[in-house]
């Protein structure tokens, strides 16, 4: 068999019906920049939600009292003593975030509304927590303010009340006794979500501490790295520095968001279902194009094996047509996906004609803009599984090619 010989006959036999062949290739092309564009434009929406909900709310590692992330309790403190500073000291950590969070009863002088108070450091937080960014009237907190708040839209809409206003919080403390305290509004917070939106409370972490009596301690410590692929190196290092303290534990942003994890899950599993059906589709249209081509050059095999041609030549040409075919395929889709990669990574797709103001994915805010990230892997991944679905969709006609009976052809 003339391998050379094989590919020369098999380029010749593409532009024998040029309109075919094109539509063949357009049809694999373009299901490669799809499937490259779709997935690249979720890597970079995943990584952009993940990055929003490690900032404003567990980090990318978060440490707790054991069961915390699960019941929420006001008793589930510990005391941050030297942690904090021990955890900031180590490599690929940017910085560590302590929080103290109460469910509390927010009042003015035309209402009264559930709310969470949230104790933070201030100056640690603004540039950090994205949320921070989206005040809508005043201004944040300053680590020098007492007994200030920011709060959010849909709770100072409930309350009547603006920056300059005051209104009373009410919690339970850690004796037991309801403790209330006159707060002064300095912002309102609008994030997007409604259930932060219409209960937050935000206010100076020895505020929060002096109201509820937990002096000292906090409820979690968000640890930011420089880069969530540390995660994996810094985590273990955490859990050690825990290894005697038995009522704390370590968790990644999986274990702490489990809402967002599942929704990023079962997003990414949908998108996977779509791209298997438009590559069976695909699969499928291969299928019929090599069969036609066979069929009509039935006489013209059967011509070839009455002078002796083999039928492992006539099953290699069938193969060799389907490579160049997905050869062709793939180079025009990853240069097509490519492109879009680019635009948009670098300008993005504003989806704010169907998303004004964007909405809520796993508990955090989804920004209409959408940009892209490149996932050079997973973009050859799916042109070399692209490529196999092209030269598995040629073996059939191939085979037939094979069988064919020369008597039977030239009649």
């Given at each position: 068999?003339?391998?050379?010989?094989?590919?020369?006959?098999?380029?010749?036999?593409l532009w024998r019906h040029r309109i075919r062949t094109f539509i063949t290739v357009l049809a694999m092309a373009g299901s490669l920049f799809?499937?490259?564009?779709?997935?690249?434009?979720?890597?970079?929406?995943?990584?952009?939600?993940?990055?929003?909900?490690?900032?404003?709310?567990?980090?990318?590692?978060g440490v707790y009292q054991k069961g915390y992330v699960k019941d929420r309790l006001a008793e589930q403190s510990f005391p941050m003593d030297?942690?904090?500073?021990?955890?900031?000291?180590?490599?690929?950590?940017?910085?560590?975030?302590?929080?103290?969070?109460?469910?509390?009863?927010?009042?003015?002088?035309?209402?009264?509304?559930?709310?969470?108070?949230?104790?933070?450091?201030?100056?640690?937080?603004?540039?950090?927590?994205?949320?921070?960014?989206?005040?809508?009237?005043?201004?944040?907190?300053?680590?020098?303010?007492?007994?200030?708040?920011?709060?959010?839209?849909?709770?100072?809409?409930?309350?009547?009340?603006?920056?300059?206003?005051?209104?009373?919080?009410?919690?339970?403390?850690?004796?037991?006794?309801?403790?209330?305290?006159?707060?002064?509004?300095?912002?309102?917070?609008?994030?997007?979500?409604?259930?932060?939106?219409?209960?937050?409370?935000?206010?100076?972490?020895?505020?929060?501490?002096?109201?509820?009596?937990?002096?000292?301690?906090?409820?979690?410590?968000?640890?930011?790295?420089?880069?969530?692929?540390?995660?994996?190196?810094?985590?273990?290092?955490?859990?050690?520095?825990?290894?005697?303290?038995?009522?704390?534990?370590?968790?990644?942003?999986?274990?702490?968001?489990?809402?967002?994890?599942?929704?990023?899950?079962?997003?990414?599993?949908?998108?996977?279902?779509?791209?298997?059906?438009?590559?069976?589709?695909?699969?499928?249209?291969?299928?019929?194009?090599?069969?036609?081509?066979?069929?009509?050059?039935?006489?013209?095999?059967?011509?070839?094996?009455?002078?002796?041609?083999?039928?492992?030549?006539?099953?290699?040409?069938?193969?060799?047509?389907?490579?160049?075919?997905?050869?062709?395929?793939?180079?025009?889709?990853?240069?097509?996906?490519?492109?879009?990669?680019?635009?948009?990574?670098?300008?993005?797709?504003?989806?704010?004609?169907?998303?004004?103001?964007?909405?809520?994915?796993?508990?955090?805010?989804?920004?209409?803009?959408?940009?892209?990230?490149?996932?050079?892997?997973?973009?050859?991944?799916?042109?070399?599984?692209?490529?196999?679905?092209?030269?598995?969709?040629?073996?059939?006609?191939?085979?037939?090619?094979?069988?064919?009976?020369?008597?039977?052809?030239?009649?």
């Amino acid at each position: 068999m003339d391998f050379i010989e094989i590919v020369k006959l098999a380029w010749k036999n593409l532009w024998r019906h040029r309109i075919r062949t094109f539509i063949t290739v357009l049809a694999m092309a373009g299901s490669l920049f799809l499937a490259i564009s779709l997935v690249n434009m979720a890597k970079g929406s995943y990584s952009k939600m993940i990055d929003q909900g490690v900032r404003s709310g567990s980090g990318h590692i978060g440490v707790y009292q054991k069961g915390y992330v699960k019941d929420r309790l006001a008793e589930q403190s510990f005391p941050m003593d030297n942690l904090l500073k021990k955890i900031q000291n180590i490599s690929g950590v940017k910085a560590v975030l302590p929080h103290l969070k109460f469910s509390a009863l927010a009042q003015s002088a035309y209402d009264s509304r559930g709310s969470l108070l949230f104790g933070l450091k201030a100056s640690q937080e603004h540039s950090i927590n994205p949320y921070i960014q989206k005040l809508s009237e005043g201004r944040f907190l300053m680590d020098s303010d007492k007994r200030k708040a920011v709060v959010g839209s849909g709770l100072a809409k409930e309350l009547r009340i603006a920056p300059g206003k005051s209104f009373i919080i009410t919690l339970q403390d850690k004796a037991g006794e309801l403790q209330s305290e006159k707060l002064r509004v300095v912002g309102i917070l609008q994030t997007g979500i409604k259930e932060l939106d219409n209960s937050m409370v935000m206010v100076n972490l020895p505020e929060a501490q002096r109201i509820s009596g937990y002096i000292g301690q906090v409820h979690e410590l968000s640890v930011i790295l420089h880069s969530a692929f540390l995660q994996g190196s810094v985590l273990p290092v955490i859990q050690s520095l825990l290894s005697r303290k038995d009522n704390l534990v370590a968790l990644g942003w999986q274990q702490a968001m489990p809402n967002l994890r599942n929704a990023i899950q079962y997003d990414y599993t949908s998108l996977r279902v779509i791209l298997l059906l438009l590559v069976t589709i695909v699969g499928i249209g291969i299928i019929n194009t090599f069969l036609m081509s066979v069929l009509e050059r039935t006489r013209e095999f059967g011509t070839l094996m009455a002078i002796g041609t083999p039928p492992s030549f006539l099953r290699w040409l069938v193969i060799t047509e389907a490579s160049f075919t997905g050869l062709l395929g793939v180079v025009l889709g990853w240069i097509g996906g490519s492109v879009a990669t680019y635009y948009l990574v670098t300008r993005g797709l504003n989806l704010a004609f169907i998303l004004s103001d964007g909405q809520e994915f796993g508990g955090v805010f989804f920004d209409p803009i959408i940009r892209a990230s490149w996932n050079i892997p997973n973009m050859i991944s799916l042109s070399i599984f692209l490529f196999i679905i092209c030269i598995g969709a040629s073996l059939y006609p191939a085979w037939k090619a094979a069988k064919i009976e020369p008597v039977q052809a030239l009649k």
